[in-house]
């Protein structure tokens, strides 16, 4: 079957048969669009490998993603996301179970001891976690230092993340994402509280969003920040809600899911990868495309934030996708120009989705007209352009003329 491979549209492609399968029967008996089924399999991969993977360029890079999923509630957003990271949450149960075992052993094993400078007490258990749902600042650097293996921000509804966040902003806890995003330190320092610091952090933030809700995320300078810049979303074109069927997921899917995620959390063991010679070509003509387009006049502050981004990113899907290859076969510690091909069309997508938020954003018309000119550059025709955008094929010429004639 021949997979779409247009910016609209996540790509199936890139995946191994056994993980297309997984993807299309989920989508199937969910009766949902499977770009939220394909971005709930990148964001718990990525959450999965977590800081044992690293691909090594001019910068390193950890494969840390911040997803959002947006549709309007009932468009089946949150299952995918469930669905891929349920054996995570099984992992931090099972965590869960012997800290508890160990901490009742430390208690008694101290009860009734006296603290006294010649007696050397041994550590008090730590609770390794990997996913964290409602966290304060402290709590989320306590887990980064008890699982240097990193941790996503998970949330069903990420409204409720960004609310939080507007509360904890006064402490710094919105600059410290962003540098743990950008791979620098993770930092907390509180009056009588002993300090945190995490030198290699990774923290995903993954959840879902509802559409209507986009405007309230510009609030607090992230939309000046370039915050919303670091976040994926994931929209798909959806014109109705799926219906109830009584059909479930075969087993044997769910069995596939287990093996994906645990041997891409089991399996890696600080694995260090780096770019081919011609993938490492094709990753330099995507950067360049972005300082040009950063450059052309008209575009938007947000799509100039977002394109300065997908450098970043691009290698970050690259490096998740060859790990996933990993698991069905021997792929090496090199990533080809196939899978960079591949990452740049993902890439593509959250480019284009980016530009539908910043509509939600801004309220006007003014990044409609700087997605038909970026679809323009991008060698689309005016007619597909129109169809993309949901504008006539008339206003789509008068923008793109406008633009060529310097009155833009």
């Not at 010649?118 to 990997?130: C, G, H, Y």
């Not at 809600?241 to 997921?249: A, F, H, K, V």
């Amino acid at each position: 079957m021949k997979i779409d491979q247009s910016i609209r549209k996540l790509s199936l492609e890139p995946f191994p048969d056994d993980v297309q399968h997984i993807i299309r029967e989920c989508a199937r008996v969910y009766g949902t669009n499977p770009d939220f089924w394909v971005s709930g399999l990148l964001a718990a991969s990525s959450s999965a490998i977590g800081t044992h993977a690293v691909l090594h360029t001019k910068y390193d890079n950890y494969p840390s993603l911040w997803v959002a999923l947006v549709a309007p509630s009932g468009y089946g957003k949150t299952e995918p996301l469930k669905f891929f990271y349920a054996p995570l949450h099984n992992i931090d149960g099972k965590n869960f179970e012997k800290y508890k075992t160990e901490l009742d052993e430390y208690r008694e094993k101290n009860k009734g001891r006296k603290s006294n400078a010649s007696q050397v007490k041994e550590e008090e258990p730590k609770l390794e976690q990997l996913i964290l749902s409602d966290a304060t600042p402290e709590a989320t650097g306590i887990a980064l230092q008890s699982n240097p293996h990193g941790v996503t921000l998970f949330r069903d509804e990420l409204i409720g993340f960004f609310k939080d966040l507007k509360r904890y902003n006064i402490n710094g806890e919105q600059q410290n994402l962003l540098s743990a995003f950008s791979g620098s330190p993770y930092k907390v320092n509180r009056v009588n509280r002993p300090p945190i610091f995490v030198r290699h952090p990774f923290i995903n933030i993954v959840g879902g969003l509802q559409s209507d809700l986009l405007k309230e995320l510009a609030s607090d300078s992230r939309d000046v920040s370039g915050f919303l810049a670091r976040i994926l979303f994931v929209m798909p074109e959806i014109h109705k809600t799926p219906l109830y069927t009584r059909e479930e997921l075969p087993d044997s899917v769910k069995v596939e899911r287990n093996k994906l995620i645990h041997s891409l959390h089991y399996n890696l063991k600080y694995e260090d990868f780096t770019l081919s010679q011609e993938a490492h070509a094709a990753y330099e003509s995507f950067y360049n495309k972005n300082k040009h387009l950063n450059n052309l006049k008209g575009y938007s502050d947000h799509m100039r934030m977002v394109n300065s981004k997908m450098d970043i990113h691009v290698l970050r899907i690259a490096l998740v996708l060859h790990c996933i290859q990993l698991v069905y076969e021997d792929k090496g510690y090199e990533i080809s120009l196939q899978t960079m091909r591949h990452a740049i069309k993902l890439a593509e997508y959250f480019r284009f989705t980016a530009g539908k938020v910043g509509r939600y954003l801004t309220g006007t018309q003014i990044d409609k007209k700087d997605l038909i000119l970026q679809l323009s550059r991008m060698g689309h025709g005016q007619r597909k352009i129109a169809d993309i955008v949901g504008v006539a094929q008339p206003y789509v010429s008068q923008v793109i003329n406008k633009h060529l004639s310097g009155n833009s």
